[in-house]
């Protein structure tokens, strides 16, 4: 009696760990079946090879900036004045709604490079063409909810929580840079 | 009242929802015939492998692009640029010959097992209805790489409608929407294509319905009368079930990885030409028997009737056979005629990739005469003269059983 | 009795089709590294196929399907890429002033076909040079017959008429081709070193080309081996578990 209880225990055991073994094994296939699905809406390897891209500068005078499309945004690329650097640099950082020095956000003092995205809701501010408002600080103005950005593209008045964002890149020599 | 569900959630959901009670009793405690073999493991094939059509399909939407110019780019952007797009796509045009060679099978099997006599015609209809729709989807689909086949099989298949006496020319321009195959039918052939394995999903709901109202035939045919006969589907045939899933997935891979155009035609990596035709415009496998009987006829309008009415047909067959016993294992004389018939059915589909001439010509007239002759005067004079062999009274009588 | 008849009338079925078919020229086959489920491709023949993709098949044929950054499979380094693709020159624009403009070629950009488009390409050499980036998939045992093409240039028998500006080669359709024969030993001085015999440039083209039309080919069947000893094992389980389910009715 005890003997046949024992045994059809065993086959139980048997029974449970099979089954929890091969229901984990097609878990798991089916998680990495998923995975190429899921992947796939991914960026596509000509998208990302496009997502390094080189600039020239050498054309953008001083006082003026450029706007490049960068992975299908737009890039401001700010020749600065003097009189602009010094007025980014002069600012009181608790004064600022997200703290960055305006050090921080160049490599080259004249040179501010960053994504021309509101950091509110996405739009795109003015104050790339000379006739564009530029917004109580001298830097961009977003038409859309009325954010002010100053001249090293930090956020200064308005709804937008943050700095306009710099995106990664480097010199490769004086006249060009590279983005990505 | 009687709960159905541990889980309170779950109670009270389906209280106001049934989804769930509908979905346990299809699935779970359904009672099936104890005795099916492994050839009733190609319904639910077909459904896994309609579900792995969608989703690879949808995706595949999701990176193409319908246009004469970009549409033979945006196929190789997939394969070449698309994470995984290599993948997917290979898992689409090989599924597309999984999912026919699965559904012949299905169909060999009701044939085969008499599962189309009362009271399942109309399970049998909803089986053909889906059949004829998956056509229209495999040719429409074919269509969209925009290769040489997919442009000149286009062309070819829509000149059929031209048979249609008075209007025919006019049916087809409209299915162009131009004066050729062209930008807008690759259009709404893209359009159609996507809406029609949905259709599909909508006709196998019913096709379940239709099943599940006198359960599944059995390999003994004989109506089933006693509990014991019957046994609840899961845990039995879901795992029957997976485990045929298994099987078909190995098979598949091995298509997909690495034999993945041998069921293509080369021709379709040439971007399509509209100045040039290929040397032999071959359908896919799969239509291959039905391409025969086309072009078996010499006169057009004929040759499109015998093809179109090779599948009709199939809607009248359970009045056409006349024997009252469903299965084959009991009818040994019929038994043989379905065997000649695979055969002949096989022998269409390898005619239908020869040029017509010659001996060619000849054979596939035969066959096409056999193929209708089974149906027209085997089957209905066979039910009146078989002997049939004496029915177990269940199926634990069935001396076959193992 | 019947089984057996039937299973004979299948198998017979299955020889019909090549007895049957017309006698075609038996394709010179290669040992090619990228076939059977183990395949690869070997990067030194792929550089050497790239070398005579360039100095010979590029004067007429384009691989438009090909991008600079992708050589990174064939083995070269990003910098031998960027310097590669500098030789090329490549139309862009419009510019600021809304004119085309020619620069260097970057890794991002697709090989350079020779021809604007195909008319030019007929206009200039009478036929059409077909865009080799798919040709070994859009031909039946593309790798075997672009060789034997390739190799398979003779002078026509004496009883057949070759039609003014074509070329004898069995392995055409016709026998006859528009393109001159194209490789001969020593046709090319390939930088490694190896000897450029005719057989050698070819095998290194279908080789190259082959890549060209499956990019994918090496990962897929890699893929393809995992996913295969996956399925077998879960396979081999679920039936163990099926007959273990069915066991306790099966009595």
């Not at chain 3, 045992?141 to 240039?153: A, K, T």
Request: aromatic content about 16%.
């Amino acid at each position: 009696m005890i003997n046949k209880k024992k045994i059809s225990n065993l086959t139980k055991d048997r029974r449970s760990f099979l089954k929890l073994t091969t229901t984990s094994m097609a878990a798991l296939g089916s998680a990495f079946a998923i995975w190429p699905f899921i992947d796939s809406m991914n960026p596509s390897a000509d998208v990302l090879a496009l997502s390094v891209k080189e600039f020239d500068l050498s054309n953008i005078e001083e006082g003026s900036s450029k706007t490049v499309k960068w992975r299908g945004k737009p890039v401001f690329i700010k020749h600065r004045t003097k009189k602009e650097i010094d007025e980014a640099r002069e600012v009181n950082l608790s004064e600022l709604k997200d703290p960055e020095k305006d050090e921080d956000r160049v490599q080259k003092p004249e040179w501010l490079i960053v994504v021309g995205v509101c950091s509110h809701l996405g739009c795109i501010p003015l104050g790339q063409k000379t006739s564009d408002a530029k917004g109580e600080f001298n830097g961009w103005f977003c038409p859309c909810h009325g954010s002010h950005y100053d001249s090293s593209g930090r956020v200064r008045k308005g709804p937008a929580p943050k700095n306009l964002q710099v995106p990664k890149y480097k010199f490769i020599n004086k006249n060009k840079i590279q983005i990505g | 009242m009687t709960k159905k569900f541990k889980n309170k959630t779950l109670e009270w959901l389906d209280y106001r929802l049934p989804i769930f009670s509908v979905l346990r009793e299809a699935l779970v405690d359904h009672p099936t015939p104890r005795n099916l073999n492994y050839w009733w493991n190609f319904g639910s094939l077909a459904g896994i492998t309609l579900i792995i059509m969608i989703v690879s399909g949808l995706l595949l939407s999701m990176h193409y692009v319908a246009h004469v110019d970009l549409a033979f780019d945006s196929v190789e952007h997939i394969m070449r640029d698309v994470n995984y797009g290599w993948l997917i796509r290979y898992i689409h045009s090989v599924g597309a010959s999984m999912f026919f060679l699965i559904v012949y099978i299905h169909i060999g099997r009701g044939l085969y097992y008499g599962s189309y006599k009362s009271p399942r015609e109309v399970l049998w209809w909803l089986g053909i209805i889906i059949f004829l729709l998956m056509i229209a989807a495999a040719f429409l689909g074919y269509t969209l790489p925009w290769g040489q086949m997919s442009f000149w099989g286009a062309t070819v298949i829509t000149n059929l409608f031209s048979a249609i006496p008075l209007v025919g020319d006019n049916i087809v321009t409209w299915l162009w929407g131009g004066f050729s195959v062209d930008n807008p039918t690759l259009n709404r052939f893209y359009s159609l294509h996507f809406l029609i394995p949905f259709l599909i999903v909508g006709v196998v709901f019913f096709h379940i319905i239709a099943l599940h109202k006198f359960g599944s035939n059995n390999p003994t045919g004989i109506d089933l009368n006693f509990k014991q006969e019957k046994i609840p589907f899961h845990p039995y045939y879901t795992i029957k079930d997976f485990f045929g899933f298994g099987i078909f997935f190995i098979i598949f891979s091995i298509f997909i990885f690495f034999l993945p155009n041998a069921l293509g035609h080369p021709d379709n990596y040439i971007p399509a030409d509209p100045l040039v035709t290929p040397e032999h415009i071959v359908p896919e496998w799969y239509f291959l028997p039905f391409y025969a009987i086309l072009r078996a006829i010499p006169f057009k309008l004929l040759g499109v009737i015998a093809m179109l009415g090779s599948i009709f047909i199939l809607f009248v067959l359970p009045w056409l056979d006349t024997c009252k016993v469903r299965s084959c294992r009991f009818r040994p004389i019929y038994k043989q005629f379905y065997w000649i018939f695979i055969f002949n059915f096989i022998v269409l589909g390898w005619i239908g990739s020869k040029v017509p001439e010659g001996h060619y010509l000849i054979i596939s007239r035969i066959c096409t005469a056999y193929y209708f002759m089974h149906f027209l005067f085997i089957l209905p004079i066979l039910g009146m003269f078989e002997k049939t062999l004496p029915l177990p009274t269940n199926i634990f009588k069935d001396s076959k059983k193992k | 009795m019947l089984k057996k008849i039937f299973f004979i009338l299948f198998t017979l079925f299955f020889f019909i089709p090549n007895s049957f078919s017309k006698e075609d020229v038996k394709l010179k086959k290669q040992n090619w590294s990228f076939q059977g489920i183990f395949g690869r491709f070997d990067n030194s023949t792929l550089q050497r196929g790239l070398q005579v993709y360039q100095e010979v098949c590029s004067a007429c044929h384009g691989v438009k399907r090909l991008r600079f950054r992708e050589l990174t499979n064939l083995g070269f380094t990003k910098e031998q890429i960027v310097n590669y693709a500098k030789t090329f020159e490549i139309l862009d624009g419009p510019n600021e002033l809304g004119e085309m403009f020619i620069r260097p070629g970057e890794p991002t950009d697709t090989f350079v076909s020779p021809y604007k488009n195909k008319e030019e390409a007929i206009a200039i050499n009478g036929a059409y040079p077909p865009d080799l980036s798919l040709l070994t998939k859009a031909m039946k045992n593309g790798p075997d017959y672009i060789y034997s093409l390739l190799v398979g240039y003779e002078d026509p028998p004496n009883d057949f008429e070759l039609p003014d500006g074509l070329y004898y080669n069995p392995y055409h359709d016709g026998s006859v081709i528009a393109i001159p024969q194209p490789l001969y030993d020593e046709a090319i001085e390939y930088i490694d070193g190896t000897n450029a015999s005719i057989h050698q440039l070819s095998y290194d083209i279908v080789n190259f080309l082959s890549w060209a039309a499956e990019p994918e080919l090496q990962k897929r069947k890699a893929l393809g081996l995992k996913v295969l000893i996956f399925l077998i094992v879960l396979t081999a389980l679920l039936y163990v578990t099926m007959k273990e389910i069915w066991s306790r009715i099966e009595k």
